[in-house]
């Protein structure tokens, strides 16, 4: 048997940070048993301490009703730690053993069964990869009978130290286990609504359960945006834990704002510059932000801990300061005013030197400064993707602006949600969410979310009748989803056909939620282009160019856009089939027309069974309008369902 001791404090070796199991203690609720290494320098591996910024850890690997499922797989997001540099993605996988089968029983083990969860804590979003090595491990970990065995998970945290790498993430292995064409045969027409709903940074809610199906359908949700499970979740889990009731009174004043705590504020910006001597190399953008780390106090750990370089030197997660005036309380993300920038960042001569080469609009390839310049994103035609830091969103971002700065500012992506973490709901300084949850609370109180997602009906609530007028699918957008739903239901029953080509396919299906996105960027970019946005819903696109997202992605130059067709996919003249498109998204989306068709299946059913029973005696004129009847309304249905639940 392995003893367990404090290890040698050492940085981490790859992308894993820790292998952690959870337990439940009939007395103290769900618990930290082990962790290696130890969450916390200098303890040991049975160390049940848990650092301030990981509070819910517990919580969120071992889920709420747990002990109703035999095994389950969750995937979760914790906030950075100071220092660290971006959000750390968690899988958990659970398990629970009865206690008579154990080989070692110790003493605290009182109930008839034994419910733990082995965790890794990664800075890599593998989710399906790592879930598969760790489902074997925790397999493993079970069968052994005997908890006190760590060695398995030691060899575990070596392991896929060892074999994972930032390469993975250019990959098809990121998307492993998220499958967009399971989420279209369930959502049908729907996940056009899904998309659009994020895109317009609403608060979103997904409910069902286990937890494995949850996080499962809002990952492959999130999937559908370009480069977002990569490199657009690096800043999706800044939230502080809270407090008590006291420490929140006494800390209420010292609370900052939505937009001081999302940027440096104004007065350590002023303070640092002028600190900083002439004999200081030319910063600009991003660098600047490493002089100002220093005299930023450590009450501001959520703003400096993402502001933190790597080892290879690169800067990453990087925040732009605010603008430095003491009579201005709005928040400089919001207006995204470039002289902002300017004025934020450089000295007076350094500002002259950019503003000749903005008046070229960043064009040229022969920039002479030794820093980035406004404009990051790579020339169009380099013949492979090429990922740059992006200066406002702190994203890696490609040469159309990929992935969009959607979870950025305070919106988070929390794909599961604990009990505990019920206040991020309401808390003033989350601005929005996508997240996941199992209790039936969070689904209750409707008033803290825009749209409730119940996964199991594939049903999407919308609470408010005008974001529903926002949302209603125009008609190019009705063609480009019954146009997905044709292309996964075919051949779907064929056991050795589904899924394997190309058409229909998890990877067409993303391809052409790529080329939608980039279709719209492209529109918006054309002059005297209300025709063309008006495929795209022209109340859609005027509410998306309010959101934090589209003014980042706005605020820069993208070149890669200028070959992209900036037109609906989908663009084309009125015809009768629109009209039998639009006719089923009426009756399968809107309560009338949910009656309605209900009326229609009960007359059809009752008009059957009556022919049945007079059929003979009325003779071949009414069975002739009995079939007539059916088939029209077998015609009927099947194009209803074609783009209904």
């Given at each position: 048997m392995e003893k367990r001791g404090a290890p040698p404090a050492g940085p981490p070796r790859g992308p894993v940070l820790h292998i952690v199991v959870v337990g439940f203690h009939h007395k103290k609720g769900c618990q930290v048993e082990f962790s290696y290494p130890p969450l916390k320098p200098g303890e040991g591996h049975d160390s049940q301490?848990?650092?301030?910024?990981?509070k819910y850890l517990p919580f969120l690997a071992l889920p709420d009703g747990a002990h109703n499922y035999q095994e389950d797989t969750v995937f979760f997001h914790l906030p950075p730690r100071c220092g660290d540099r971006t959000t750390v993605y968690g899988v958990s996988c659970y398990r629970q053993i009865e206690a008579k089968a154990l080989k070692v029983r110790q003493a605290d083990v009182t109930r008839e069964t034994v419910q733990k969860s082995v965790c890794v804590l990664s800075q890599l979003p593998?989710?399906?990869?790592?879930?598969?090595?760790?489902?074997?491990?925790?397999?493993?970990?079970?069968?052994?009978?005997?908890?006190?065995?760590?060695?398995?998970?030691?060899?575990?945290?070596?392991?896929?130290?060892?074999?994972?790498?930032?390469?993975?993430l250019e990959g098809s292995q990121v998307y492993l286990g998220l499958s967009p064409r399971d989420l279209v045969l369930h959502f049908r027409h729907k996940v056009l609504i899904l998309f659009k709903l994020i895109l317009l940074e609403k608060k979103v809610l997904f409910y069902i359960s286990p937890v494995n199906r949850l996080v499962g359908a809002l990952m492959t949700v999130l999937s559908l945006f370009p480069?977002?499970?990569?490199?657009?979740?690096?800043?999706?889990?800044?939230?502080?834990?809270?407090?008590?009731?006291?420490?929140?009174?006494?800390?209420?004043?010292?609370?900052?704002?939505?937009?001081?705590?999302?940027?440096?504020?104004?007065?350590?910006?002023?303070?640092?510059?002028?600190?900083?001597?002439?004999?200081?190399?030319?910063?600009?953008?991003?660098?600047s932000l490493e002089g100002q780390k220093a005299n930023v106090p450590?009450?501001?750990?959520?703003?400096?801990?993402?502001?933190?370089?790597?080892?290879?030197?690169?800067?990453?997660?990087?925040?732009?300061?605010?603008?430095?005036?003491?009579?201005?309380?709005?928040?400089?993300?919001?207006?995204?005013?470039?002289?902002?920038?300017?004025?934020?960042?450089?000295?007076?001569?350094?500002?002259?030197?950019?503003?000749?080469?903005?008046?070229?609009?960043?064009?040229?390839e022969g920039v002479s400064s030794e820093?980035?310049?406004?404009?990051?994103?790579?020339?169009?035609?380099?013949?492979?993707?090429?990922?740059?830091?992006?200066?406002?969103?702190?994203?890696?971002?490609?040469?159309?602006?990929?992935?969009?700065?959607?979870?950025?500012?305070?919106?988070?992506?929390?794909?599961?949600?604990?009990?505990?973490?019920?206040?991020l709901l309401s808390d003033v300084t989350v601005r929005g969410f996508v997240a996941g949850a199992t209790n039936i609370l969070f689904r209750q109180q409707k008033h803290l979310s825009d749209a409730i997602v119940e996964i199991e009906d594939a049903h999407v609530q919308i609470h408010d009748p005008e974001l529903r007028k926002i949302l209603?699918?125009?008609?190019?957008?009705?063609?480009?989803?019954?146009?997905?739903?044709?292309?996964?239901?075919?051949?779907?029953?064929?056991?050795?056909?589904?899924?394997?080509?190309?058409?229909?396919?998890?990877?067409?299906?993303?391809?052409?939620?790529?080329?939608?996105?980039?279709?719209?960027?492209?529109?918006?970019?054309?002059?005297?282009?209300?025709?063309?946005l008006s495929d795209f819903g022209t109340a859609f696109v005027a509410a998306w160019k309010n959101t934090h997202n589209y003014r980042v992605w706005n605020s820069n130059k993208h070149p890669g856009l200028a070959e992209v067709n900036s037109s609906h996919?989908?663009?084309?003249?009125?015809?009768?089939?629109?009209?039998?498109?639009?006719?089923?998204?009426?009756?399968?989306?809107?309560?009338?027309?949910?009656?309605?068709?209900?009326?229609?299946?009960?007359?059809?059913?009752?008009?059957?069974?009556?022919?049945?029973?007079?059929?003979?005696?009325?003779?071949?004129?009414?069975?002739?309008?009995?079939?007539?009847?059916?088939s029209w309304f077998s015609t009927f249905t099947q194009s209803t369902q074609s783009l209904g639940d």
């Open positions: 301490s848990l650092p301030e910024e990981w593998l989710y399906g990869l790592l879930q598969a090595k760790l489902q074997l491990i925790t397999h493993a970990y079970f069968e052994e009978k005997d908890f006190s065995q760590i060695s398995i998970l030691k060899e575990l945290y070596d392991h896929m130290n060892s074999s994972l790498g930032s390469t993975l480069g977002m499970i990569e490199h657009g979740l690096t800043d999706c889990s800044q939230y502080r834990p809270r407090k008590s009731i006291s420490e929140d009174a006494g800390l209420q004043e010292n609370t900052p704002r939505l937009d001081e705590y999302i940027s440096v504020s104004a007065a350590d910006t002023s303070n640092t510059n002028l600190g900083m001597g002439k004999g200081c190399r030319k910063m600009t953008g991003n660098d450590f009450s501001q750990s959520e703003k400096t801990c993402n502001g933190a370089q790597s080892s290879n030197g690169t800067v990453q997660r990087l925040k732009v300061p605010s603008h430095a005036s003491p009579v201005s309380s709005e928040s400089d993300w919001e207006t995204l005013d470039p002289s902002i920038l300017e004025e934020s960042n450089l000295k007076g001569g350094e500002r002259e030197n950019i503003a000749s080469e903005q008046a070229e609009n960043h064009l040229s820093s980035l310049p406004i404009t990051v994103q790579p020339q169009a035609n380099t013949g492979h993707t090429v990922l740059v830091p992006g200066l406002i969103s702190g994203l890696e971002e490609d040469q159309y602006g990929m992935p969009l700065a959607i979870f950025t500012k305070g919106y988070l992506c929390l794909p599961y949600m604990a009990l505990q973490q019920h206040h209603n699918p125009t008609t190019a957008d009705l063609r480009f989803a019954d146009y997905l739903v044709k292309h996964v239901t075919e051949n779907r029953d064929d056991v050795f056909l589904d899924g394997t080509g190309w058409e229909g396919g998890d990877e067409w299906i993303r391809a052409q939620f790529s080329a939608y996105l980039h279709a719209l960027l492209a529109a918006v970019l054309q002059p005297d282009n209300e025709k063309t996919p989908f663009q084309g003249q009125y015809s009768v089939s629109d009209v039998k498109l639009r006719l089923s998204h009426s009756v399968q989306n809107s309560e009338r027309g949910k009656k309605i068709g209900n009326v229609m299946v009960s007359t059809s059913r009752n008009v059957v069974q009556t022919g049945k029973a007079v059929g003979q005696s009325v003779g071949g004129a009414f069975t002739s309008a009995k079939s007539a009847m059916s």
